[in-house]
């Protein structure tokens, strides 16, 4: 098998030139990969782009999957859910992420050839509502209708807005916090954006039980938020450590990095709940799949669950005509379910259940990939051999690498604003 | 000697041009027209590109679109009022920066204030900051400006609340910091191309004030300036048009709040930072066309701002020609 030959001697520059030539000139070594990248015809190079915000996991999964299968690459852009799509849509990529699943008008477009279109959940994750209160030491307690009010606009909401962080609906929660008279700076996303889709369902749901009268849509991008907007998560973080009295919604994972403080919210059920993977699982547990394997939680309700979850797809095709790009993809996407879940929590992600694993899995077995047989991925039609591999290296070998990763991720955010 | 590669008659004697020269010739003439017709005609198929994407969202929206406050991809309703509003209202005030920043400059740059190793390297260091990127602007305007100004805007707002240009605070990002780093990304443009037309006053003009009486300044203030003032103007509607199709910098210190408020402190938004943030991600169907629509009026205000500069420019340049 070809993969547990390379699984041994992980370092893929050494292919194709003997070990001292590497080490006495990485010029030549590096050129006679690239020689033997050019002959070697079973190198197969797939593409993907869309949602950011499981971007750092995503390209944590390329890494690692490279040192088990160096035959395949795999290069990810971050360019955002909805972009993602459309460059998938148009043949540009072979596959898409995106955090908004794909609207049933997205799945009916798909050109023919694509034999339909699947979405797999890969992983999940919270978006938290992230705050900039200077002299403000503990953690701050929003209520269900506080922070719904907090981030509405004067439009939407023309009266009870809650515009000071010393309103006395907010320091009702927070007994002991001296909270600053400070107005309160709403920091939404200036593009299109799978977080704003997670954070104005969940909005919207709320208003509808506290406040029926207020007919608003939940969408990528919506014209209801109050305030100030940055691009991109990135963006987003950094106006909010920016600016003293912000508050802003954010993907979990970015607030880990940067450190800024998030609030702890009241949930569906009362209880006051911070974010974290465990709080994050119980709500996502409540998700029940339809065909598509779409599912939302806009509102949790089981106790002790965080209030605003939501899994993120992977889109691919229904059929690939090109049986390397097919079959190693399909290689890439078990890696992920199986050993790429290891990784979600450390990187502020919600690893999926099980039950939610063998259904995903199955989707995956049922992408149809032409004349299977004589493709590259074959070997890893059986569950992914390199696996013994990563598990019998050293234990502080990985944790090395994972904080590599965590610091890779930590220049994400910059790497991503332009 | 019949030989005509001798030296003497290779030097002296006129030949007639060879077949080599003259297809020579010939092909880098066709080459530069080419080249100078690829220019023009890749303006008007951007022109053309632009047009026909914005299509459906010009005869949909109609006028309205250019009076319309809202942006909703759901409702499909877009009108780019605000935007329109603020990339004039933006950058209208940093003309008004630099255009007093500039001119000064330039003033100083040309007019022997300073000894002449000194005016070189500070001329020098005025057109480099023509090179420094948007990004970097936009960074420096984030990390330093708007902590800088964010005390005095919100003392302000707390004495002269009552004001509508100070009426509220200044929280971050908004139209001041951004109208004060396009003020000094203009500064360039306005200082240089006023220098030039400082310094292109002639001699005579300023020996003969000298030579009436008049002080420096009066001769400065009331003849060379005056004199030069179709050239400082034309350069100001030069900076205008930079100003007005900035986009990261302002992209980034703006704050992109999709409203028009009286307040220099409250966040506003601009044609180019509202394209710049949307275009990505935006819908295909619905969005991208009123995007290009709205790319197409900013098309359309900086072309305007940029022909009346250049033709001011021309003008100053022939008025000039008689004093010479």
Known sequence: MMTTTYSGAANPRRIGSPRHLVKAWPTFAALSLLVAGCADREVVTLQGAGATFPEPLYKRWFREYYDINPKVRISYQGIGSGAGIKQFLNGLTDFAASDAAMTPDEIASAPEGFGGVKLLPMTAGCVVLAYNLPGVERPIRLPRAVYARMMLNEQALPTNRIERWNDPAIVAANPGVDLPNLPITVVQRSDSSGTTYLFTQHLVEVLRQIQPDLKLKAGKSVDWLAGIAAKGNPGVAFTIDQTPGAIGFLEYGYTRVSGTPTAILENRAGSFVAASPQSAALGLAEAEFDNNLIAWIPDPAVEGAYPIVGYTWILVRGRYDDPKVGSALKAILRYGIDQGQTYAADLGYVPLPPATVEQVRQAIDSIEVANAAESVGQESESPPPAAASVAGSSRGDIEERIEKAVAGFSEDPHGNRE | ?324
């Open chain 2, 1 to 324: 000697m019949t030989t005509t590669n001798s030296p003497q008659t290779r030097g002296t004697l006129a030949q007639p041009p060879s077949t080599f020269e003259k297809l020579n010739d010939r092909g880098f003439r066709t080459l530069t027209r080419l080249f100078a017709l690829a220019v023009v005609l890749m303006l008007v198929f951007l022109v053309y590109e632009i047009t026909r994407t914005a299509w459906p969202a010009l005869i949909t929206y109609g006028p309205g679109f250019l009076i319309g406050s809202d942006w909703s991809v759901a409702e499909a309703r877009f009108g780019i009022w605000p935007q329109i509003a603020g990339t004039l209202v933006s950058s209208l005030l940093a003309l008004a920066m630099g255009t007093l920043f500039g001119v000064t400059v330039a003033i100083v740059l040309s007019q022997s204030f300073l000894p002449p190793k000194l005016e070189w390297l500070l001329t020098n260091l005025v057109q480099l900051l023509a090179a420094i990127p948007s990004v970097v602007f936009g960074l420096w305007g984030l990390f330093v400006i708007v902590p800088l100004v964010r005390p005095i805007a919100n003392s302000l707002n707390e004495t002269m609340g009552w004001f509508p240009l100070f009426s509220t605070r200044l929280s971050g990002p908004g139209m001041f910091p951004a109208a004060l780093v396009l003020a000094i990304m203009i500064l360039p443009t306005i200082a240089s191309i006023s220098r030039d037309a400082l310094a292109s006053v002639p001699q005579r003009l300023k020996e003969a004030a000298y030579g009436i009486g008049a002080t420096r300044w009066q001769a400065i203030l009331q003849i060379i300036v005056p004199t030069a003032a179709p050239g400082i103007f034309g350069a100001i509607v030069l900076g205008f048009g930079r100003a007005v199709g900035e986009t990261m910098a302002v992209a980034m210190l703006i704050g992109n709040a999709n409203t028009i408020q009286w307040s220099l402190f409250a966040p506003g938004t601009t044609l180019a930072a509202l394209l710049a943030n949307k275009f990505a991600e935006a819908d295909p169907v619905v969005e991208i066309p009123a995007l290009m629509a709205a790319a197409l009026v900013l098309l359309v205000i900086t072309l305007v701002i940029n022909v009346v500069g250049v033709l001011i420019l021309q003008r100053a340049s022939r008025s000039l020609k008689g004093i010479h």
